[in-house]
């Protein structure tokens, strides 16, 4: 059953706590195999002799901050639970990986479902979860089917259900598989599509999910990569895990690296112990020969670009200064933020100078814009707007103008919409024309029938 | 005044407001005159958030987080914390020492930013909308657009005559996506069948598969739709609405008596919308409701006076009604719960003039009430009629006694006034055993043997009052002038009588009535009918308490009496 194909080199500078096992050869995704790899010790331990309380603590000290794309801390996430309102608390685990450049998460439902199935069991624990849900996106059918196997067997051995190993406590798990919308990554939109609505995201305020989330009731929406965590913070302790990586930025995470380089992959590595030169270079091999790096983008699709040889100075939340090429930005949380970006979903893409940068802009509108929910006015039209442009940009049709009006629609877009989709679509647009301007406004200048000759087409 | 609705301090653009506790910032705005434009938000509807119009800066004083003392600036005065991103009024409540911008620079930006958004894959075929004139795109992209284009791209295409029901025809390009409509269907007609197709900007109002918008208030979309998305079927096409004149009106189809505007032009109606009164009707009407103007131009239309048969003037045939009336052998009347407060109470003088004991009925129209805007009482004025003392009890739906008497002969003439009797249980070979005197708007089975006839005004050629179920007095106005042989106001009861009394002398207008009843009537005591308000009086109901009203509870109504309930 297990068709899903194993890294064989893993670069020994990696520091694999959640892809531990996943790559080895004779690792496979049974509970038997994962048990005798010391599987749901962890969990069986937890429920027996810590309190939800303390299991709150530990991912408090561990000071975990959220895989999926915001890097809000877990435990403060958690703390804002609303423990008293007497309705029952759900918890879902986020496996709607659609950020583009983005493969972690598959990696750990494909290769080790149980891992994820006792991350999330300990947190059910830890939130005193009345059920908990899977929301993995509906193109990962081998996933779901990995998931609900794995399930059906931590179930048999009395892992989830009822009366956990006789803890008293009881909590089921069950895999929703999404209908194929970007949107539903969002986490109000993921829990309105659970509750078999349109995935509009919700309003904020009122509609916090750890007071009014699934059926209005109090959630916690986890990514899979957070919650595998869980498991491994438990295990060591929430201050020993905050010993890994650097302070604020703790652990490790799994950096998805793609686009053009030798050795696109996944690689687990500590944070901040490594800049994202490195991982070009080091981990990904550098650039195919003879072609130079024209822009990075550093946390998914939605990120704000860099380009090459820009440089970003300016002084670091300890106060200490920092002057960086974007090779030097520290691979972790804080570093791209400082750097004017984020490390979002960890999806670094690298674009060489082979490309133009106006048709991988156009490539990125194409997709915000068939993602736009239709929900708020300036997503809805502003990303489809945006897309238009850059399409007739890239298909000959540019104009000077063009580099001014999408940055101007890109401004009447952010901060105003329901929800981030808005900077998820306006951030590209804003950036590439901010840092590609001349690129944009030379465009202009190029002739039409250059378009015709190109082998793919954009629309 | 409790606590919680103690006004609230805010600060609107640096200027200091009171505005009610616990409203949201468009609520709490619009109650001190200033408008934060919106479209998706309404206040009878929950909120969506969605349209984005509403974006304003708001910041409240700022606290210390350890002490939680407020945090001062240099002059003494608190700290106001501005919230970085725009926030949504519609979603934002107002709170004490708040501080709202609505004229900065940002907010500014914002507006014509969505104004912009909302332009770019729309029509523009203002030249043939149905809204144009009264559409917040028009209004709001005067008021807050740049006022030019700067999209050159292709617009996107979409559906432009979808039948949504057999009332509502939508024009998909026009629709902003703002949701007022379903969550109209959902919230209030608990009738949900509209939703959204696709996504993005290609999204589509649509009915889910097999079903369709046909409740009895399919047509409140089109009234709430902001923009020329939804259209009445009916009214689509037909009038440019800057032409129309609008008279305020109430709804004759039950007692609950929904507040309309009705609209017209040159003396003809074409649309009955409704008109807010948070006390009666919230925003809302059936939609049956806003069919009845066809009455006034329909075929049966009783417009020409006549002595049996025959064709007479206004002014002889009134002489020979009052003739009958005096006419030896018993009279009884039989009026409507459809006539204003002022017919009801000059038909009461009527029946002061004629000797010995004059048995008095209304038609009852019993139906099932539907929890909402239709009340069990199809009559929009019995207790109209009860207050004026027409009539003393709950009316039935057939004449029974009617019957009996004109049967055993002790009754020989029937006043009828806006009811078809043979439609109550008077049949025709009784008819033909008594001079009926037949007063109404429409021709009807019955007034084929009237003696004489008699041509009334509908609702929309008149002013007058009704009292709705919560004995609320409403008031309704002409909108239209009659049909040019009928005598105006009420003068076909003010001149009936001058000929039964010569000493009767009165203005065939409700305020005269209203002159006259206030000293006769308890409840209206003191009262005078340019004193009613548009949103109407409730009067006091003790007398009618031992009454069993047929009601049972509906939006903004719950019965008093004890046979309603169970």
Same mark, same amino acid.
């Not at chain 2, 003068?491 to 209203?514: H, I, Q, R």
């Given at each position: 059953?297990?068709?899903?194909?194993?890294?064989?080199?893993?670069?020994?500078?990696?520091?694999?706590?959640?892809?531990?096992?996943?790559?080895?050869?004779?690792?496979?995704?049974?509970?038997?195999?994962?048990?005798?790899?010391?599987?749901?010790?962890?969990?069986?331990?937890?429920?027996?002799?810590?309190?939800?309380?303390?299991?709150?603590?530990?991912?408090?000290?561990?000071?975990?901050?959220?895989?999926?794309?915001? $890097?809000?801390?877990?435990?403060?996430?958690?703390?804002?639970?609303?423990?008293?309102?007497?309705?029952?608390?759900?918890?879902?685990?986020?496996?709607?990986?659609?950020?583009?450049?983005?493969?972690?998460?598959?990696?750990?439902?494909?290769?080790?479902?149980?891992?994820?199935?006792?991350?999330?069991?300990?947190?059910?624990?830890?939130?005193?979860?009345?059920?908990?849900?899977?929301?993995?996106?509906?193109?990962?059918?081998?996933?779901?089917?990995?998931?609900?196997?794995?399930?059906?067997?931590?179930?048999?051995?009395?892992?989830?259900?009822?009366?956990?190993? $006789?803890?008293?406590?009881?909590?089921?798990?069950?895999?929703?598989?999404?209908?194929?919308?970007?949107?539903?990554?969002?986490?109000?939109?993921?829990?309105?599509?659970?509750?078999?609505?349109?995935?509009?995201?919700?309003?904020?305020?009122?509609?916090?999910?750890?007071?009014?989330?699934?059926?209005?009731?109090?959630?916690?929406?986890?990514?899979?990569?957070?919650?595998?965590?869980?498991?491994?913070?438990?295990?060591?302790?929430?201050?020993?895990?905050?010993?890994?990586?650097?302070?604020?930025?703790?652990?490790?995470?799994?950096?998805?690296?793609?686009?053009?380089?030798?050795?696109?992959?996944?690689?687990?590595?500590?944070?901040?112990?490594?800049?994202?030169?490195?991982?070009?270079?080091?981990?990904?091999?550098?650039?195919?020969? $003879?072609?130079?790096?024209?822009?990075?983008?550093?946390?998914?699709?939605?990120?704000?670009?860099?380009?090459?040889?820009?440089?970003?100075?300016?002084?670091?939340?300890?106060?200490?200064?920092?002057?960086?090429?974007?090779?030097?930005?520290?691979?972790?949380?804080?570093?791209?933020?400082?750097?004017?970006?984020?490390? $979002?979903?960890?999806?670094?893409?690298?674009?060489?100078?082979?490309?133009?940068?106006?048709?991988?802009?156009?490539?990125?509108?194409?997709?915000?814009?068939?993602?736009?929910?239709?929900?708020?006015?300036?997503?809805?039209?502003?990303?489809?707007?945006?897309?238009?442009?850059?399409?007739?940009?890239?298909?000959?049709?540019?104009?000077?103008?063009?580099?001014?009006?999408?940055?101007?629609?890109?401004?009447?877009?952010?901060?105003?919409?329901?929800?981030?989709?808005?900077?998820?679509?306006?951030?590209?647009?804003?950036?590439?024309?901010?840092?590609?301007?001349?690129?944009?406004?030379?465009?202009?200048?190029?002739?039409?029938?250059?378009?015709?000759?190109?082998?793919?087409?954009?629309? | 005044?409790?606590?919680?609705?103690?006004?609230?301090?805010?600060?609107?653009?640096?200027?200091?407001?009171?505005?009610?506790?616990?409203?949201?910032?468009?609520?709490?705005?619009?109650?001190?005159?200033?408008?934060?434009?919106?479209?998706?938000?309404?206040?009878?509807?929950?909120?969506?958030?969605?349209?984005?119009?509403?974006?304003?800066?708001?910041?409240?004083?700022?606290?210390?987080?350890?002490?939680?003392?407020?945090?001062?600036?240099?002059?003494?005065?608190?700290?106001?914390?501005?919230?970085?991103?725009?926030?949504?009024?519609?979603?934002?409540?107002?709170?004490?020492?708040?501080?709202?911008?609505?004229?900065?620079?940002?907010?500014?930006?914002?507006?014509?930013?969505?104004?912009?958004?909302?332009?770019?894959?729309?029509?523009?075929?203002? *030249?043939?909308?149905?809204?144009?004139?009264?559409?917040?795109?028009?209004?709001?992209?005067?008021?807050?657009?740049?006022?030019?284009?700067?999209?050159?791209?292709?617009?996107?295409?979409?559906?432009?005559?979808?039948?949504?029901? *057999?009332?509502?025809?939508?024009?998909?390009?026009?629709?902003?996506?703002?949701?007022?409509?379903?969550?109209?269907?959902?919230?209030?007609?608990?009738?949900?069948?509209?939703?959204?197709?696709?996504?993005?900007?290609?999204?589509?109002?649509?009915?889910?598969?097999?079903?369709?918008?046909?409740?009895?208030?399919?047509?409140?979309?089109?009234?709430?739709?902001?923009?020329?998305?939804?259209?009445?079927?009916?009214?689509?096409?037909?009038?440019?609405?800057?032409?129309?004149?609008?008279?305020?009106?109430?709804?004759?189809?039950?007692?609950?008596?929904?507040?309309?505007?009705?609209?017209?032009?040159?003396?003809?109606?074409?649309?009955?919308?409704?008109?807010?009164?948070?006390?009666?009707?919230?925003?809302?009407?059936?939609?049956?409701?806003?069919?009845?103007?066809?009455?006034?131009?329909?075929?049966?239309?009783?417009?020409?006076?006549?002595?049996?048969?025959? *064709?007479?003037?206004?002014?002889?045939?009134?002489?020979?009604?009052?003739?009958?009336?005096?006419?030896?052998?018993?009279?009884?009347?039989?009026?409507?719960?459809?006539?204003?407060?002022?017919?009801?109470?000059?038909?009461?003088?009527?029946?002061?003039?004629?000797?010995?004991?004059?048995?008095?009925?209304?038609?009852?129209?019993?139906?099932?009430?539907?929890?909402?805007?239709?009340?069990?009482?199809?009559?929009?004025?019995?207790?109209?009629?009860?207050?004026?003392?027409?009539?003393?009890?709950?009316?039935?739906?057939?004449?029974?006694?009617?019957?009996?008497?004109?049967?055993?002969?002790?009754?020989?003439?029937?006043?009828?006034?806006?009811?078809?009797?043979?439609?109550?249980?008077?049949?025709?070979?009784?008819?033909?055993?008594?001079?009926?005197?037949?007063?109404?708007?429409?021709?009807?089975?019955?007034?084929?043997?009237?003696?004489?006839?008699?041509?009334?005004?509908?609702?929309?050629?008149?002013?007058?009052?009704?009292?709705?179920?919560?004995?609320?007095?409403?008031?309704?106005?002409?909108?239209? *002038?009659?049909?040019?042989?009928?005598?105006?106001?009420?003068?076909?009861?003010?001149?009936?009588?001058?000929?039964?009394?010569?000493?009767?002398?009165?203005?065939?207008?409700?305020?005269?009535?209203?002159?006259?009843?206030?000293?006769?009537?308890?409840?209206?005591?003191?009262?005078?009918?340019?004193?009613?308000?548009?949103?109407?009086?409730?009067?006091?109901?003790?007398?009618?308490?031992?009454?069993?009203?047929?009601?049972?509870?509906?939006?903004?109504?719950?019965?008093?009496?004890?046979?309603?309930?169970?």
């Amino acid at each position: 059953m297990n068709s899903v194909n194993k890294s064989t080199e893993i670069h020994p500078d990696e520091r694999r706590i959640i892809l531990k096992y996943a790559d080895n050869a004779d690792f496979d995704i049974s509970i038997d195999c994962y048990k005798k790899h010391g599987g749901y010790e962890v969990m069986k331990k937890a429920y027996a002799s810590s309190t939800p309380e303390q299991l709150c603590q530990e991912v408090m000290d561990s000071e975990i901050r959220g895989r999926g794309g915001a $890097g809000f801390p877990a435990g403060m996430k958690w703390k804002f639970l609303d423990r008293k309102s007497g309705k029952p608390i759900y918890l879902i685990c986020n496996a709607d990986e659609s950020e583009p450049g983005t493969f972690k998460d598959r990696q750990i439902i494909h290769k080790d479902p149980h891992q994820l199935i006792e991350g999330m069991m300990i947190t059910a624990f830890a939130i005193n979860a009345a059920q908990a849900f899977i929301y993995i996106r509906e193109e990962m059918p081998l996933g779901a089917q990995i998931l609900n196997e794995a399930i059906e067997e931590a179930r048999k051995e009395n892992l989830v259900g009822d009366n956990i190993q $006789g803890s008293g406590f009881s909590c089921d798990l069950i895999v929703h598989r999404g209908a194929a919308a970007y949107i539903c990554g969002e986490e109000t939109g993921l829990i309105e599509s659970i509750e078999g609505k349109r995935a509009y995201p919700r309003i904020k305020p009122p509609y916090f999910p750890a007071a009014l989330g699934l059926y209005m009731c109090p959630t916690i929406v986890n990514n899979v990569e957070t919650l595998c965590n869980v498991k491994h913070i438990v295990e060591m302790g929430g201050k020993e895990y905050a010993s890994i990586g650097t302070p604020g930025n703790t652990g490790t995470r799994i950096w998805c690296l793609s686009g053009h380089v030798r050795n696109p992959g996944y690689y687990e590595l500590e944070n901040g112990k490594f800049t994202y030169g490195d991982l070009i270079y080091k981990f990904g091999g550098g650039l195919r020969e $003879g072609r130079a790096l024209q822009a990075l983008i550093p946390g998914g699709s939605s990120a704000k670009v860099w380009r090459a040889g820009e440089r970003f100075a300016g002084k670091l939340r300890g106060g200490e200064s920092f002057d960086w090429g974007i090779e030097d930005v520290p691979l972790d949380f804080d570093g791209p933020m400082a750097a004017g970006s984020m490390s $979002g979903s960890g999806a670094v893409i690298v674009v060489d100078d082979s490309v133009d940068i106006v048709e991988v802009l156009a490539n990125i509108n194409a997709f915000y814009a068939h993602e736009s929910c239709g929900q708020c006015t300036p997503c809805r039209e502003g990303s489809l707007w945006m897309k238009k442009i850059t399409t007739r940009m890239a298909n000959g049709g540019a104009r000077e103008e063009d580099a001014d009006l999408l940055a101007s629609i890109g401004e009447q877009i952010a901060g105003r919409t329901v929800c981030a989709h808005g900077e998820a679509c306006a951030w590209p647009t804003q950036s590439f024309v901010a840092k590609f301007r001349d690129k944009f406004i030379d465009k202009a200048k190029e002739d039409p029938e250059k378009a015709k000759s190109r082998e793919f087409r954009l629309i | 005044m409790s606590e919680e609705n103690q006004p609230v301090t805010v600060f609107i653009d640096g200027e200091q407001a009171e505005v009610p506790a616990g409203s949201n910032l468009v609520d709490a705005l619009e109650s001190v005159g200033k408008e934060i434009p919106h479209y998706c938000y309404h206040p009878k509807l929950s909120v969506s958030g969605n349209c984005r119009m509403c974006l304003v800066e708001m910041g409240t004083p700022g606290r210390d987080r350890a002490t939680g003392e407020p945090i001062l600036d240099d002059d003494g005065n608190p700290k106001i914390m501005w919230v970085p991103k725009p926030v949504i009024g519609c979603a934002t409540s107002v709170s004490p020492g708040m501080h709202i911008r609505t004229e900065s620079e940002q907010v500014k930006s914002c507006r014509e930013g969505v104004m912009e958004f909302l332009l770019v894959n729309h029509p523009l075929d203002c *030249p043939i909308c149905d809204q144009a004139g009264e559409c917040r795109l028009q209004e709001f992209a005067t008021d807050y657009g740049r006022g030019y284009s700067r999209f050159i791209e292709q617009k996107n295409v979409k559906p432009k005559r979808t039948r949504l029901g *057999p009332r509502v025809t939508l024009d998909d390009e026009r629709c902003i996506l703002c949701s007022r409509c379903i969550r109209f269907c959902e919230e209030i007609a608990d009738d949900p069948v509209l939703g959204f197709i696709d996504r993005g900007s290609y999204s589509t109002l649509t009915t889910f598969p097999g079903s369709e918008l046909a409740n009895n208030y399919s047509l409140n979309t089109v009234d709430i739709c902001p923009v020329g998305a939804l259209t009445s079927t009916d009214f689509r096409f037909k009038m440019r609405v800057w032409f129309l004149k609008e008279t305020l009106s109430i709804d004759t189809e039950s007692s609950v008596g929904c507040n309309t505007i009705v609209s017209s032009r040159e003396g003809r109606i074409y649309r009955i919308t409704p008109r807010r009164n948070d006390l009666v009707n919230d925003c809302w009407m059936p939609d049956s409701g806003r069919a009845l103007y066809k009455e006034v131009d329909s075929d049966d239309r009783l417009i020409q006076y006549a002595i049996e048969g025959r *064709p007479a003037k206004a002014d002889e045939a009134i002489s020979v009604a009052a003739g009958k009336l005096l006419e030896e052998g018993g009279v009884a009347i039989v009026a409507s719960g459809r006539l204003s407060v002022e017919e009801q109470y000059l038909i009461q003088l009527v029946r002061g003039q004629i000797s010995g004991i004059v048995p008095t009925y209304l038609v009852a129209r019993h139906a099932e009430g539907d929890g909402k805007l239709l009340s069990a009482d199809r009559n929009p004025n019995v207790r109209g009629a009860l207050l004026t003392g027409l009539v003393d009890s709950i009316p039935e739906s057939e004449l029974t006694e009617l019957n009996s008497l004109i049967s055993e002969g002790s009754i020989k003439t029937v006043l009828a006034v806006g009811e078809d009797i043979t439609e109550a249980g008077i049949p025709v070979d009784l008819l033909k055993k008594i001079n009926l005197v037949y007063m109404g708007t429409h021709h009807t089975e019955c007034s084929q043997y009237a003696a004489v006839e008699l041509p009334l005004l509908t609702v929309f050629e008149k002013s007058g009052t009704f009292v709705n179920q919560q004995f609320r007095v409403q008031k309704f106005s002409q909108a239209i *002038p009659g049909p040019g042989p009928v005598l105006q106001g009420f003068a076909n009861l003010t001149g009936l009588l001058e000929k039964l009394d010569p000493s009767f002398s009165m203005e065939p207008t409700p305020a005269a009535v209203w002159e006259d009843m206030a000293g006769k009537v308890p409840e209206f005591a003191g009262m005078d009918f340019d004193g009613v308000p548009s949103t109407g009086i409730v009067l006091k109901d003790e007398r009618f308490a031992g009454l069993s009203f047929v009601e049972t509870a509906g939006m903004n109504f719950e019965p008093k009496n004890a046979l309603a309930e169970a």
